[in-house]
């Protein structure tokens, strides 16, 4: 689609994905109205620090701003910041907002992105979540204040919360129901020494074993949680961290195939116009014969720019190979491609405790590698990721 001034692009969803694909359409040459709605009143957050610079102090909460105000400048759009979105009306191209009021677009990007899971029942003061600016800031105010958290989820998120919570001088106990947690996503050997990373450091571990029930004392706050198999954990802090839910609840009313995100092609496209890009996006990855939807950051921008591009030009498919990473006290661990169940796992150079790099391999073929403090070994193996990505797109 060339660039028209008349062309109206609304962008639900002021995230990383949404910004990305707003500052993408202008330096690609898009003239016309760019109107970007978020529901956070605050001018957007990146996520990442939120767990780890912006929970331990080191940044001030405004240089974890998304966009600056030169970047905002430059962008020439309204963000229309405080507002979420209802309905979507495909056939009418118009979008309802949550004050009744409605935008006609020509071409829409649905950005939305995801919220976190949590426990059943209503959460007693004490009990967090970690998501937005706001809770980052309360997290921390409860913990420096209180010093003894529980963190139920031993994901990225939960490990990451908990490194910092330690840095913070807090006790730390964290529950997850699954015994060997992380393996899927880190192989069998990288996902039990980044547990023991953490032991060594003070943090406690309830592993196979879910949450029943909060206890709370008289005056409504939180004071521990009992276990599936009859114990307690004591805490005067709570983190919730048992990942998210896609925020796809308002396209219900929609004609959009919506099954644990919204569902796309391999242009990120969902309908005629319609597009998904970040967290909530389940889109045909081409190249890896299957739908995924993925919430790393580095996807959320790389799709973000694939939608603007398909929008402003002729369209291509989005086939990224998946990069992530995770930061833990003074290690950084990454992951590129996909490591997969049935993965043989390989050691290369050397296998030292502080650095090492191990690939995965299904019938001799590549299929991810990861870095432990080790960016420059694994940058080979991911260009050969994606050598093979662009050979399986042919």
């Known amino acids: 689609m060339a660039a028209n001034p008349r062309n109206r692009v609304v962008i639900v969803g002021a995230s990383a994905a949404g910004i990305t694909c707003a500052e993408a359409l202008r330096r690609l040459g898009h003239a016309g109205e760019i109107r970007v709605v978020?529901?956070?009143?605050?001018?957007?957050?990146?996520?990442?620090?939120?767990?780890?610079?912006?929970?331990?102090?080191?940044?001030?909460?405004?240089?974890?701003?998304?966009?600056?105000?030169?970047?905002?400048?430059?962008?020439?759009?309204?963000?229309?910041?405080?507002?979420?979105?209802?309905?979507?009306?495909?056939?009418?191209?118009?979008?309802?907002?949550?004050?009744?009021?409605?935008?006609?677009?020509?071409?829409?990007?649905?950005?939305?992105?995801?919220?976190?899971?949590?426990?059943?029942?209503?959460?007693?003061?004490?009990?967090?979540?970690?998501?937005?600016?706001?809770?980052?800031?309360?997290?921390?105010?409860?913990?420096?204040?209180?010093?003894?958290?529980?963190?139920?989820?031993?994901?990225?998120?939960?490990?990451?919360?908990?490194?910092?919570?330690?840095?913070?001088?807090?006790?730390?106990t964290v529950v997850e129901p699954v015994e060997h947690p992380l393996r899927t996503r880190l192989g069998r050997s990288a996902a039990a020494r980044l547990l023991d990373l953490h032991r060594s450091r003070g943090v406690e571990f309830r592993l196979g074993v879910g949450v029943e029930a909060t206890d709370v004392d008289p005056a409504g706050r939180v004071r521990g949680l009992r276990l599936s198999d009859g114990s307690a954990v004591p805490a005067t802090v709570v983190l919730v961290a048992i990942g998210c839910v896609p925020n796809v609840e308002w396209l219900e009313s929609s004609e959009l195939e919506v099954a644990d995100g919204v569902v796309c092609d391999e242009f990120c496209q969902a309908a005629p116009g319609i597009w998904a890009a970040g967290?909530?996006?389940?889109?045909?990855?081409?190249?890896?014969?299957?739908?995924?939807?993925?919430?790393?950051?580095?996807?959320?921008?790389?799709?973000?720019?694939a939608v603007a591009q398909n929008i402003t030009g002729p369209p291509a498919p989005f086939v990224p190979t998946p990069f992530f990473w995770t930061d833990h006290y003074e290690t950084k661990v990454q992951v590129a491609g996909v490591i997969t169940a049935d993965a043989e796992e390989r050691v290369l150079d050397g296998d030292e405790p502080n650095s090492f790099l191990h690939t995965y391999y299904v019938d001799d073929r590549l299929v991810g590698a990861l870095g432990w403090n080790a960016p420059k070994a694994l940058m080979p193996y991911r260009r050969q990721l994606r050598v093979g990505n662009a050979l399986a797109r042919r």
């Open 279 to 305: 967290d909530v996006a389940r889109w045909k990855h081409v190249s890896l014969g299957r739908t995924l939807r993925i919430e790393h950051r580095l996807n959320a921008s790389e799709q973000g720019l």
């Open 38 to 172: 978020g529901a956070e009143p605050d001018i957007p957050h990146d996520r990442p620090p939120l767990s780890k610079q912006v929970l331990d102090g080191s940044w001030a909460p405004e240089k974890a701003a998304l966009i600056s105000g030169e970047r905002r400048d430059r962008l020439a759009a309204t963000l229309q910041l405080g507002t979420t979105a209802t309905a979507l009306d495909v056939a009418r191209r118009q979008v309802t907002l949550d004050d009744g009021g409605t935008l006609p677009f020509d071409e829409f990007v649905i950005a939305t992105g995801v919220r976190p899971r949590l426990l059943p029942g209503q959460p007693p003061a004490g009990v967090h979540v970690l998501r937005t600016l706001d809770d980052a800031l309360a997290l921390r105010a409860d913990i420096l204040r209180r010093g003894r958290i529980a963190i139920v989820g031993a994901g990225f998120l939960g490990l990451e919360a908990a490194a910092t919570a330690r840095h913070l001088g807090a006790s730390v």
